[in-house]
Structures are given as structure tokens and as C-alpha cells.
């Protein structure tokens, strides 16, 4: 049976079963020392799946950087240090590797996190794969479905630019691209949104997979499509590909923003509640869809 | 310009320059952590480039694991967890990514080490980066540099077997593959080695690359060709194919053995001295080559 028979999901399932026992996870590893976490994370951006060898190196830089540290963001951490494994056909000219290594600093002394080195390989295709390694006290880590009933469901940011990019590029125009590329790690918000809220994950998947991930047996996330906040961009690309905005806003992801439930808004709009009701719903009617998985789709034409 | 006119020091060198400060890097990244250093390493294996996809999955699982622990084993230190990220074309098959976490996971488990998780993603090849955290005593960590005149220099296991399976494998005998995997951490004689030693690296790119990063200012690594221990397939695959002797034990590298310098032997063989005559000798000349470089060759024919 090969993967894309699977789907990402169920893959993971696969290997957690070949462990025996799942660790901590959640959108880092955490580790207890004492009186915080270390938390721990990696993240692969690869020729063909997440950028072209034709796309700006230095926004390739930039996003590989964000969307690593955008896992610690999501816990409520403090980013302490940065590696990359990095692999290169030798084809590559070092012009793109110094663009994107200028990028992906550009990310990291926004947050003065230093790069501490890695590893670089020969490879068949460009890929990067980075390690962030950063805390956050024992008190302020936000898990996933660490949810109150009651609460109310908050987003920083908009969604479906991305999406939007995506659909563009592959209709031929190129700036679609820098759309996709176009994240930002929410570290600052993050580490205030930590102060009261203790449920949040980034939205690498989309919307909908905030909604699988964010529950417990008995509550969820309530979210009202009408009131989410969704970019122009998303509803032009909309209209004018005939794809359904639900699924722009919903189900293709790569935002990076944060979800999280609080009892109050800290950042961002409020978009829904915490109750049984779960799912996202338009007009009385819930919204069909998981949000991004991997084997599923990618840039290549396969 | 291209990856392979410069090569991989060179590159490495060049990153560092766009860094613009070169961090605490040796075998692993090390932290002060108070009384103890944390240890991190990264280490990437790519189809092509270290394995065929149509090769032993459990044994490229032991290989990768191996090879991640092994530059924990370098700084005397113990492995604490380890994570992955993973990447891989649709069409692969099911089996296969199994048998890569059970042979991963046997050598993790011959050291007590979890599986902390990683990151999985679709890639147009199938590719590995693992993450390895460990500690290390302050006073027992081992760098590559920390050589003292008049030492002695010594090698767990043998050199050269990697290297005559590559050359088996690239004239048509596939069990070459199984000798290139074959491969294990020397984690439990690095933590013995570093309760006297101080200086040590472990074998990736060949003895020779051990001359050049196992120096200071005025002294390094002066080492008898005749005193090494080389394996009996490097003597067959030599004759066989007339591929230099010196080449297989010292350019070629994949032992993932440990090269250290003590005032006494710990384990294994001594092979030569601390002094001013650095590099491998034989016979009165001195072998030319400074080891294993990526963007010069790899498994792809390319």
C-alpha cells in the first residue's frame, strides 16, 4: 500500500503504533526541566512540495524560518536557538543559497535568535529542515486541546492569502508565489497571548484542522464562518477561479496564524465558542473538510 | 556559480561568512546548560545521495539513527531523546517506511532513547534529517580540537569497509549496500573515552578529514598508514579493483568510529602520535587527501 492510498494522518497514526507509546506532542515536543519546557521542533520545506528552484530565495529563507518558529509561537514560547539541515543538489548556484540563508536570518534577528549551524548534504533535491529549540514557563504553555468550555475561539491575522497565492501560481501567475511565501512568526503574540489563554496551535493545515486537533471528548471549537476574517485576495481568486471560498478560508491552510480559546480576546477577532457544537458553520450548515494533509497534494504536477 | 566547483568546506565556510559569526560547533552544537552542556545534532540521509530506495529499509533505519547518535558518542556525551523528520514521494510503499522506524528504533532502544516525533512531509524523494539531544558532564566533554603535544592517537574499530561496499555496490554487488549500512554508535565508548580523553571526532568523511579538524596552531595528528586496522573487504576491494588502499581506509569515511587523543589508550588501537608532523604517513610520504566532501560524489550517477 503506498502513501498517498493513506493520507498524512494516517501515516502518522502508523508510526506512533510501529513506537508503541505516543510522547508528548503537540505542536513541539516539550521536555520538563524543572520550572519550565524546553520545547522542541522541526520542520521541512522541500523543493516540488513547498517552492519551485525558480521562487525567490530570500522569501524561501524567510518562510522556512517562520513557519519553525511559528510552532513555538503556538505554545507560548520564547525561541532560543535555530539549526537547519540543509541539502543541495549540485546543480544549485550558491546565489540562491546566500539569499536564502540572508532571509532566513532576517526572521531570526527579528527575535535574536542565533543560528548555530546544522548540516548541509548533497541531495537530488533542494531541502531544508530546521530545528527550533526554545521554552516557556510551566504555567503559560498552551497545548492544543487544552480547551474550556465557554471560552471564546480567536485568530490572529487573516486567512486564505495563501491559499489564494497558491491557486494563482498554479494558474500561471507568478506572484502567487510570494503570497504563499508571505508568514510571519507570531512570537510576541504568542508569549502575551500565553498570559491567559492555555489552548492555541498555528494554522500550518488551515482552519479545519484546528477544529480536529482543538477538542476533547466532549467540546470543541463552534466557529462561525461569517465571521471570520478572510483576505481580499482569497475572495478575488474566488470568483474568478470558481473555488470555493470555504475552502480558501478553511481547508488549505499555510496561514501561520494562531488559534486560541481564552475567556477573553487578547489578539486578533473572535470567531466562534468552545461548546459541543463543533465544526465551522455557514448558515446553519457545517462546513465538509479537515484542512491539508500531506500525499494528498503538492506543487508538483504529479 | 555551482555547489560542486566549490565544495562542501567551502560552502560551509560561506555560510558561515553570511552568518557572520561562527557559533560553538563541533561534532554537535553545545550549550551551557549550568553544570552540563546540551548536545544537538542534526543529521540528514537522502535517497541518491547515502541510500536506493530499493535497498534494506531496516538497515537504512539502523544507519540513520547510527549516524545522528554517533556525534553525541564524539563529545563523550549520552543521548537523551530523538526526533525525525520525514519526507517521502506518494508512491512509496507502506513497508517501507515500517521497516525504516523498526531499524531506527532498534538502535534507539539499545540506548534507552524515545522517540519524541518529528515532522512528516511529502517530498519528490525520500529523505531523513534526525535530531539528537543529549548532555554532557562539563569537565568530560570532547572537542575535535583539544589535542595536547604527546598524546597518543587512537581508533575504535576498523577502516575501510563503507568504503570497499561502495565500490562493491557501484560494480553491480548489491550486497556492497549492506556493508555501507553497517554501522553503529559508539555512544558507551565515548562516554569510557571521555572520562580521560579530551579530544575526539568520530569517522564520517574518512581518517584524513580527522588530520584536518584534530589540530591546533602547532600540532595534530601524525599518523603510521601501517599501524592502521583495516578491514580485510578494504584489502579485496583494493586488489580487486585497484582502488588504492590508502584511499578506502583514510578518503572515503562511513566508519562512524572514534578517533581520539588520550595520554593513554582506552579503547581500541593506537595509531600515532600528537605532534608537529601532522598527517597520515607511509613509508616516509605523506598521503595526500583531506577526506569525504560532498557536491564531489555520491550515489547518483550523475
Known sequence: MNLSSLGEREVIDRIWEIVGKKENYDDCVY???GNYYQLITTDFVGEGTHFMDNWNARKIGRFFATINLSDIAA??????????????????????????MKGMLEILNDF???YKGGDLKESRIIGFSGI???????????LRNAINKGEGVYITGELGKQAAGYFLWKNGIEEGADYILDVYPRIREGREISKIARACMDLSD?????VVF???ANYGLDIDFNSLPIHKL??????DYDIPLEYLATGFGGEYELVYTSPKKIFGKEIGVVDEEIGIWKDG???????YAHFSKALDKA
Not at 535555530?82 to 536564502?100: C, H, I, T, V, W
Not at 529549540?133 to 504555567?139: D, H
Not at 488551515?206 to 484546528?210: I, Q, T
Open 31 to 33: 521536555l520538563d526541566r
Open 75 to 100: 505554545m507560548g514560547g520564547e525561541p532560543e536557538i535555530f539549526m537547519a539541515s540543509m541539502f543541495f543538489p549540485k546543480r544549485m548556484d550558491l546565489g540562491f543559497l546566500e539569499d536564502f
Open 112 to 114: 535574536n535568535v542565533p
Open 132 to 142: 527550533a529549540i526554545g521554552k516557556v514557563e510551566k504555567e503559560r504553555i498552551m
Open 206 to 210: 488551515g482552519l479545519a484542522s484546528a
Open 214 to 216: 482543538m477538542r476533547n
Open 234 to 239: 482569497a475572495y478575488e481568486v474566488s470568483e
Open 285 to 291: 450548515n457545517k462546513i465538509k473538510g479537515e484542512g
